[in-house]
DNA sequence: GGGTTATATAACGCAAGGAGCATATAGGTA
DNA sequence: TACCTATATGCTCCTTGCGTTATATAACCC
């Protein structure tokens, strides 16, 4: 999960949600956006490659990326469990509150 | 959503999950799993607040952090947006596939 | 006030990551 | 075979980010 706290990489997984595209047409999008090179768009496809959020298969002289569903799902489910415990806690706490009792906070 | 590429960040938000603790709490916690020193872990926890992922009051002598759900709420989307999006075109691609339609792939 | 605890900031060093340029590799085509 | 396009890698440089130690600030307690 660390490798999507790059905004280029971040970019890349969005582009592909569209479905697959050839590493070429990557590297043109977010060269424009970013201003970045091709071998630096080939090195961050590498990173998602190796971190399996994407995946790659050759197609003739070109090579197809897609994202990898499964490497996203882990993402969200992270987000949305810490999300969701916290928001019960806060009608808890807000329970609390409305009752006017006050927390005591040791330790 | 950079700020989520440092696993500390992710594990004090991960123990922000269960409610509020203090800047001290935090920092022994991170501290023992992480082996980093008490700066180390303030340092994230101002990073985190800078970006609006948690929220800090003082109480006291003590000063208590908490998550922000919106905030949480922004990585969830943004990785459900991505993998649904893929998935209604897996979809599309499986069906092409049994047809034994063969993809002609020219951009 | 003086000491202690809790937390943040300052100053600095170091390692990692990301960028560029040049080049290798591989496939497609004439 | 020779050449062109597509993509990846090697090497090097530089910036950014994270860590540490020392110190400042602020509240609490005696």
Chains 1, 2 share one sequence.
Do not use: K, N
Request: charged letters at 35%.
């Amino acid at each position: 999960m660390d490798v999507l706290g790059d905004p280029v990489r971040r970019r890349l997984v969005e582009l592909l949600a569209d479905g697959e595209r050839s590493a070429g047409q990557l590297a043109t999008a977010v060269g424009a956006e970013f201003g970045i090179s091709q071998p630096a768009a080939s090195r961050h496809l590498r990173v998602l490659r190796e971190a399996g959020v994407v995946d790659s298969e050759p197609r003739g002289a070109v090579r197809l990326y897609s994202v990898r569903p499964e490497a996203l799902d882990e993402v969200e489910r992270w987000a949305h469990r810490v999300r969701r415990f916290w928001d019960g806690h806060l009608d808890a706490l807000e329970t609390e509150i409305a009752r006017g009792r006050r927390r005591r906070d040791d330790d």
